[in-house]
């Protein structure tokens, strides 16, 4: 989605950056977002962003083509 694409820096907005696009994505408590969230984590600059923003997410969905795992204990 547009966000997601904001967020990796794929796309660029004159009215979102990269650190907003994440916060919004967080507001989406879970699902689609969660994914791109997950993959923000190995961004130098925004991974710490994203995982404030997945500790604060409520619905999660079990996906065995998402491994999170790994992401979970750095």
Same mark, same amino acid.
């Given at each position: ?19 907003? +696009? ?21 961004? +130098? ?30």
């Amino acid at each position: 989605g547009f966000l997601s694409a904001v967020a990796k820096g794929e796309v660029n907005s004159p009215l979102i950056d990269r650190t907003l +696009a994440v916060k919004l994505l967080g507001t989406m408590l879970g699902g689609y977002n969660i994914s791109t969230l997950v993959e923000m984590l190995d961004d +130098a600059e925004l991974g710490p962003n994203a995982a404030d923003e997945l500790s604060h997410t409520l619905l999660m969905f079990d996906d065995p083509s998402y491994k999170y795992e790994d992401q979970c204990h750095k």
